[in-house]
């Protein structure tokens, strides 16, 4: 038995007998889910610790598993998913969707499959788990970025597509002309941080928290690679120099150390 507060998943007395040949353990929140070898999964705690429902269903080849803050999401070798829990864990509306499914990525509280095919399947809280606004353009998605409450899909053509909480990140429509040539997108827990092929940056979601960076836009080119906070960015340069942005509690602001972030 672990040591904690066993709602948060410290208690797994009852299932002891069961955690034998574990290859990886994974969590929410609240909770544990244990992937055997045997591709076999058992669970402990509370949202997402009772698969009781669905254990008919894990009780082999299950490859991968994902989670939302509440939820868990297995995906097995046939490309098929089983889900449990809470925000996220009813995929029932969604069942008949979910084959073929290669990787799935998550919010807080809703999940994203991408298909094979490219294209996404959606599930759970309004934190992005209902992408039927832009259903239609999810096509030919290469990968899916995620905030605490937004998706962002990126598509094979440098296009991005976002849906979700609108102060999450889920509303790119002010900066839906610049999101062209995309290579890659970085998030923080609120917002995100597009880098474009050129080297520029296009941000969008809360504000106060990474959305915007319109104060240091004349210094974001020649963009290497971009890191984050939960509220801030921090953007590398191909000169060595760097760039930040975001709420100053949480390193946006790096003025006091603006000389020290220099090439030399």
């Known amino acids: 038995m672990g040591r904690g507060e066993p709602v948060f998943g410290s208690d797994s007395s009852a299932v002891a007998s069961e955690l034998t040949d574990v290859s990886v353990i994974y969590s929410t929140d609240h909770a544990f889910a244990a992937l055997k070898k045997d591709g076999s999964v058992v669970t402990w705690g509370d949202f997402g610790g009772d698969s009781s429902a669905v254990a008919g269903e894990l009780t082999a ?7 939302t803050g509440y939820a868990f999401a297995a995906l097995k070798k ?8 809470y925000f996220g864990g009813d995929s029932s509306a969604v069942a008949g969707e979910l084959t ?12 994203a499959a991408l298909k094979k095919d490219g294209s996404v399947v959606t599930w759970g809280s309004s934190w992005g788990g209902d ?5 239609g353009e999810l096509t030919d998605v290469s990968v899916i970025y995620s905030t605490n409450g937004a998706f962002a899909a990126l598509k094979k053509d440098g296009s991005v597509v976002t849906w979700g909480e609108p102060d999450f990140g889920g509303d790119s429509s002010a900066v839906a002309g610049e999101l062209t040539d995309v290579s890659v997108i970085y998030s923080a827990g609120d917002s995100f941080a597009a880098l474009k092929k050129d080297g520029s940056v296009v941000t969008w979601g809360n504000s106060r928290r990474g959305g915007d960076s319109s104060s240091v836009a004349n210094e ?14 921090a953007a590398l340069k191909k000169d060595g120099s760097v760039v930040t ?11 006091a150390v603006t000389d020290k972030l220099v090439f030399n």
């Open 61 to 67: 080849d299950v490859s991968v598993i994902y989670s």
């Open 78 to 85: 046939d490309g098929s998913v089983v889900t449990w829990g």
């Open 100 to 111: 073929d499914v290669s990787v799935i990525y998550s919010t807080d509280g809703a999940f």
């Open 131 to 135: 992408s039927s606004a832009v259903a």
């Open 220 to 233: 974001l080119t020649d963009i290497r690679v971009i890191y984050s906070t939960e509220s801030a960015f």
């Open 245 to 255: 942005w975001g709420s100053s509690w949480g390193g946006g602001d790096s003025r």
